[in-house]
């Protein structure tokens, strides 16, 4: 086991382009419309533990206080990078009430305490270590943005609490959590406090998951929360998508800190089934609405995608683990691709709405096809993104994702420092007893020209990330390259190297057994999945097909703050025919210009067609 330390988002600061704006946006825009709609729906009204079943108030949700500690952590994230008294003095208020309303014996829930009282740790799929999870998480970020100690406090007294009913006395109705994600909250909160007692917890319960006797419930089996079998034993991505990658991390997390071998050979062969037969070219998985689940290999329908916002970001989350120990370029691509594509697509251009949902085609006529004899019409997912869902989990992972793009772009062992994530910025930080700094001057995505200027690595080696879809990358010094990095080596104090990656637009294929892409294509430029929207090409996108042997004209486009890309295509001539079936040879074709648009930015101007699975000519 290879392992690595990342470079916290703290030490780099992204100082313009892409990613600059995007965190800008979110720091003053996305933030506190997230806490407006929560602030409308009750959530935070809610940690004043003061409904009442004749209150006029909304009934706390199971889930209301992870929406919250989302928010929290986010609020901590941005706090880290830039002082806000006023949105430190928000998080403050909530640390009072959860201070005011935790029990003595160290438990804190609002549904279960406002609400069912009786029904504490009897209900698996209830979310309530779900909801300790982020609430740890959140104490954790905000300990590190401001150095007060009361929010971690009442969470370290939280875990103990759990630790006892749990693992100690085995008191409650179940072993396990239904819905992951306490695990790697537990092991950020033994990295923070290097309390052994919160890795032992966080062993525990991976340990436990898939031993325990379940029921099955009439609409799910085991596979659902992951528990069919234990996780070592665990080859393929089953059940809840976000639930999965959540479990899947904190089991990498674990295989780390206990150099767990089995559990790092699990975790790799989950990743290669998500990424080789069960994830979307844009990053998204979880292709099924039942349950918001992976289903079976190459099930990757396109206008039904579910590929909820939520598990895009999981599963970069769980890439982003295995690269700590697992060394291979294959895990920072697939951050990449979800930070661009499966992601980013769930918010709009301008900050304030969301996707729950993201699929790879809208075809409205469809969305009203109902059966002849009922007024009962398939599902599809929404057309047009919302700036609030009654399952609100979503915004607040997207604002603490996109605060902490900074965490993906480096790491580093005793002779090498790895470029995993590209953006113009500076970072600084120490490896042993030497001060390092790392410059980088980009205008990524927009252009693959890269410069990287390090300081204090003399002697030691820099190992840069080629992209998957760069095929002809020029660097201006000598280097090899180890399991798809560029391993130069630093002959300088001050040290600069010159890389050019290939950005030439890109024809991707499925694998022939994903039957919906079978005869269609994609197109990719850098790390930009695009598509088509009927805003620009008219309708009956499905009928477009781009020339095979055409050009591809780029150019910057300011409304979605990247390239967009126009192609040679040709498109049915109609005509005056209006049979509905005709020899082929007596089809026509007529040239067209087909205008595609980066993925992410779809649903931005219109509610209209989109299409990413084109037809070549």
């Known amino acids: 086991m290879k392992k690595t330390t990342p470079v916290s988002f703290a030490n780099v600061e992204i100082t313009n382009g892409f990613w600059a704006k995007k965190q800008e946006l979110n720091r003053t825009v996305t933030l506190d419309a997230v806490r407006k709609q929560f602030e409308n729906t009750g959530r935070f009204e809610a940690f004043k533990f003061n409904w009442t079943e004749d209150s006029d108030l909304p009934q706390p949700h199971i889930f209301w206080d992870s929406d919250i500690a989302k928010w929290m952590e986010s609020a901590a994230l941005i706090l880290r990078k830039h002082s806000d008294p006023e949105l430190e003095k928000k998080v403050d208020e909530i640390v009072d009430l959860i201070e005011k309303n935790q029990g003595e014996d160290g438990y804190f829930n609002i549904f279960f305490t406002v609400c069912e009282p009786e029904g504490r740790w009897q209900n698996r799929d209830a979310h309530e270590l779900y909801c300790a999870g982020h609430l740890t998480e959140a104490a954790v970020a905000y300990y590190e943005a401001t150095g007060k100690i009361k929010f971690l406090k009442l969470m370290c007294k939280y875990m103990d609490y759990i630790a006892k009913v749990f693992a100690e006395e085995k008191s409650t109705a179940f072993a396990t959590p239904g819905h992951e994600e306490i695990e790697l909250a537990l092991i950020k909160l033994y990295r923070c406090t290097s309390d052994e007692r919160f890795l032992k917890l966080a062993r525990f319960f991976i340990d436990e998951r898939g031993k325990e006797t379940l029921p099955i419930t009439a609409w799910c089996n085991t596979k659902y929360n992951q528990s069919h079998m234990p996780v070592r034993e665990q080859r393929t991505a089953e059940g809840h998508s976000v639930r999965a990658c959540y479990l899947y991390s904190g089991m990498a997390d674990l295989a780390k800190e206990i150099e767990d071998e089995e559990l790092l050979v699990a975790c790799k062969a989950l990743f290669d089934n998500i990424v080789q037969k069960r994830m979307y070219i844009t990053g998204g998985v979880g292709s099924s609405h039942e349950g918001e689940a992976f289903t079976v290999d190459y099930d990757l329908q396109n206008d039904t995608a579910y590929a909820e916002t939520c598990a895009a970001i999981s599963l970069a989350m769980f890439a982003n683990r295995l690269k700590e120990i697992d060394m291979d370029s294959k895990y920072a691509d697939i951050v990449e691709k979800v930070y661009y594509n499966g992601f980013l697509s769930g918010i709009s251009l ?59 772009m480096y790491s580093f062992d005793a002779e090498m420092l790895y ?33 990287l200027t390090v300081t204090g690595l003399n002697g030691k080696k820099l190992a840069v990330r080629i992209p998957f879809w760069s095929v002809d990358t020029v660097i201006d010094k000598p280097y090899t390259v180890e399991k798809g990095y560029a391993v130069i080596d630093v002959t300088e104090d001050v040290f600069a190297v010159e890389i050019e990656f290939d950005m030439t637009p890109r024809i991707f294929a499925a694998h022939p057994l994903v039957f919906a892409d079978n005869g269609r294509f994609a197109l990719q430029s850098g790390p930009l999945v695009y598509c088509l929207e009927s805003e620009d090409n008219g309708e009956n996108l499905r009928d477009i097909a781009v020339l095979k042997n055409g050009t591809f004209t780029v150019h910057y486009d300011e409304f979605f703050g990247v390239n967009v890309i126009t192609a040679k295509a040709q498109r049915t001539d109609v005509g005056d025919c209006n049979a509905l079936y005709r020899p082929v040879e007596q089809m026509k074709t007529i040239e067209t210009d087909a205008r595609f648009i980066p993925y992410f930015g779809f649903a931005n101007r219109s509610d209209c067609d989109m299409l990413v699975w084109f037809k070549l000519a």
């Open 350 to 408: 301008d900050g304030k709405a969301f996707f729950y949902e993201n699929p790879l085609e809208i075809l409205k006529a469809e969305h009203n096809r109902h059966a002849s004899v009922n007024k009962s019409r398939e599902r599809f997912p929404i057309t047009r993104r919302q700036e609030v869902f009654s399952c609100s989990c979503c915004p607040p992972n997207i604002t603490r994702f996109i605060a902490a793009f900074g965490d993906y």
């Open 419 to 451: 470029v995993h994530q590209f953006a113009q910025s500076n970072a600084n930080f120490a490896i042993g007893s030497n001060s390092v700094s790392v410059v980088q001057k980009t205008e990524y995505p927009n252009d693959g020209k890269l410069t």
